[in-house]
């Protein structure tokens, strides 16, 4: 019973393809996050919702989207794929917006070539 | 402009011995610091945190010590065991526009203890 998990694990894909990380929690959280741990190991916060809404939006491109269907998921499509785009895509899930002891999922790696 | 600092990428230590993990940061305004712990493979797990009103919150072998004066927090875990073995991170929460909130987190200390 994983409580944050996403989908694949694993995405190797080619520059310029449209690609889709898909993300559920059964915590019964309000707040799901998507972060991005990039090559230097940076973990940082791309996008965060709290009962569907938009609550975070970091300085990502506009080629990632979120989209939360319901409090439970939270899918992140990114269009155009770009070679620096390579890097661990993890989600996350809170009660409230505190954005503490959150729950996160076991990580995506993209790999763009 | 890292605001959060982890200046070791690596300690390592006894089995049995004390880990401490140091953690600095640049903003007077966060109001709460947390540690996660991740292995390889895995997502980050919450390890402890600390409210910026208080100096020091302990839980079973893991103590986290809060020096605002010096903007630096401290983990330490005693006594080590090998499955302690992991990258820790540093997480210091920001509160802005819409009174939302978020982590800013540092680059992770890796931490063996060797048996």
């Known amino acids: 019973d994983t409580a944050v998990s996403q989908t694949p694990k694993y995405l190797v894909t080619q520059m310029g393809n449209d690609k889709s990380i898909k993300c559920e929690q059964n915590?019964?959280?309000?707040?799901m996050y998507w972060y991005k741990q990039d090559s230097k190991k940076f973990l940082k916060i791309m996008f965060s919702y709290n009962n569907k809404e938009l609550i975070i939006n970091e300085t990502v491109p506009n080629r990632f989207s979120p989209k939360s269907p319901d409090k439970a998921h939270l899918n992140l499509h990114i269009n155009s794929l770009e070679l620096g785009d390579s890097a661990v895509y993890f989600c996350a899930s809170s009660h409230g917006r505190g954005n503490t002891e959150a729950f996160f999922g076991q990580g995506t790696r993209l790999t763009v070539v | 402009d890292q605001q959060v600092k982890q200046n070791s990428p690596s300690l390592s230590v006894q089995e049995g011995r004390i880990s401490i993990l140091n953690c600095d940061y640049t903003?007077?305004?966060?109001?709460?610091f947390l540690w996660y712990k991740k292995y390889p493979a895995e997502g980050p797990t919450f390890l402890i945190s600390?409210?910026?009103i208080k100096d020091k919150n302990e839980d079973g072998r893991f103590t986290v010590f809060l020096n605002k004066s010096a903007k630096h927090l401290s983990l330490h875990i005693v006594p080590s065991q090998p499955g302690d073995s992991a990258v820790y991170f540093c997480?210091?929460?920001?509160?802005?526009?819409?009174?939302?909130?978020?982590?800013?987190w540092g680059l992770g200390t890796s931490l063996a203890v060797n048996p």
């Open positions: 903003n007077s305004m966060f109001d709460y």
């Open positions: 997480a210091a929460r920001a509160i802005y526009a819409g009174n939302n909130r978020k982590l800013i």
């Open positions: 915590l019964g959280h309000d707040t």
């Open positions: 600390i409210s910026s």
